[in-house]
């Protein structure tokens, strides 16, 4: 039996560490909003942060705000003392990226410009973008949205109401071209990947915006689904993953699965969503789960505990 004061002991210590560490990464985010704010008054921009974005004044972005969570995961990765180089890089990408946006709008009027530059891009869906004024659908799997973007050379941006009608298209037919051209322009890496004994996942990756939208065609992608589907998740912009399902799922391999994605989301850049989900007959399931440090909880649909029918 545990010694009682030992487990006491480390408890406390466990809690200390924590406390550590949330007052590190609360003191990390001030500097980082800081600089952010410093870096912009320095081009002579007026900016607030408002939560997990910075609002700039309208003759600067069209909606208003942009969002700081990839910018953050990518300083929280980095030194401190790299942080001043890291957001400066950034905001000189995007306003040359904005810059470059006003010389090809003309062109982009014309669909015939524009259709093959039509992609389909995955979200979650309380993300700042279904706020914006997008073209956007409710995605496949339950939690997400799917939001018609441009894959120009230099930047990806939003398509706008505007822009549809202009080009005259039924939405339908804009979303099936979209779709289309990511399967046609995007092929990610496939990693086969053993995350305990017996279990093997597959995860497709690529540094595109793109690549959690290849969850759609996991169909496609041989060993990826089972004779009852797939344990799938999408926790980040360039990562899919997929588990093929041949017999019912075990409680722990749910947990180590859901590890996994909700780690790699974490992590970033491009958190999408820590979300299971069950693919099977065509659609998506989600797959109820609640994991804490020391707990496990799996709750998903009867019908996916159910054995296949033999015969």
């Known amino acids: ?13 466990i809690v200390v560490i924590v406390v550590v560490w949330l007052r590190r990464r609360a003191s990390g985010r001030e500097a980082f909003e800081r600089l952010v704010t410093q870096d912009l008054a320095e081009r002579g921009i007026s900016a607030v942060i408002e939560g997990d974005a910075v609002a700039l004044p309208s003759d600067y972005l069209e909606n208003g705000t942009i969002g700081l969570t990839n910018l953050w995961q990518t300083c929280a990765d980095a030194p401190p003392a790299a942080w001043p180089d890291v957001i400066h890089l950034h905001f000189e990408t995007l306003f040359a990226i904005l810059r470059d946006q006003q010389g090809v709008q003309e062109q982009l009027a014309d669909f015939a410009f524009a259709a093959p530059l039509l992609r389909l891009r995955l979200n979650a869906a309380d993300s700042r973008e279904e706020k914006a004024q997008l073209v956007l659908r409710p995605g496949a799997l339950p ?3 799917g939001y018609l973007v441009l894959d120009l050379p230099t930047f990806v941006r939003s398509v706008s109401e505007g822009e549809v009608q202009t ?12 779709l289309d051209n990511v399967w046609m322009q995007l092929q990610p890496e496939i990693h086969r990947l053993e995350f305990a004994p017996g279990f093997t996942c597959t995860m497709l990756s690529d540094e595109s915006f793109f690549t959690a939208t290849h969850a759609l065609f996991l169909d496609r992608y041989p060993g990826c689904i089972g004779e ?9 912009r360039d990562k899919v993953l997929a588990h093929a399902l041949e017999e019912p799922l075990s409680d722990e391999h749910a947990r180590i699965f859901a590890l996994v994605a909700r780690e790699l989301a974490e992590r970033g850049p ?3 969503t820590t979300r299971l ?6 659609a998506f399931t989600e797959l109820p789960y609640d994991l804490t440090d020391d707990d496990f ?3 998903p649909p009867e019908a996916f505990r159910e054995p296949v029918p033999v015969g």
Not at 1 to 13: E, F, H, K, R
Not at 228 to 236: D, K
Request: glycine fraction near 10%; hydrophobic fraction near 55%; avoid cysteine.
């Open 1 to 13: 039996m545990p010694n009682p004061l030992l487990v006491i002991v480390l408890l406390v210590a």
């Open 167 to 178: 080009w005259g298209q039924e939405e339908d037919v804009l979303f099936a071209r979209a």
């Open 143 to 145: 939690g997400t949205v």
């Open 270 to 272: 491009g958190t999408l």
């Open 277 to 282: 989900y069950w693919l099977h007959d065509g």
């Open 228 to 236: 009852r589907g797939a344990l799938v998740a999408v926790p980040t």
């Open 297 to 299: 909880t799996f709750s």
